[in-house]
């Protein structure tokens, strides 16, 4: 398992909260803890991948900070 926290932009409310989170769970995360701007995720490197995640976000319509 891997833990890791991305930063989210574009996000402004809790519909945004439900829709990243809900792009995660579709990208196969374990475990997605997302607030506005930003979200800790830990995943099994075996059912899917940093690129898969960050892929899930900005197809949700947010972009990733560097």
Do not use: P
């Amino acid at each position: 398992m891997q833990k890791i926290k991305i930063l989210i932009d574009g996000m402004t409310c809790q519909h945004c909260v439900k829709r990243v989170t809900q792009a995660l769970e579709n990208a196969g995360v374990e475990e997605a803890d997302v607030d506005i701007g930003m979200a800790t995720i830990l995943f099994d490197e075996n059912k899917t991948n940093l690129e898969k995640i960050k892929r899930a976000i900005e197809d949700a319509g947010y972009k990733l900070k560097s």
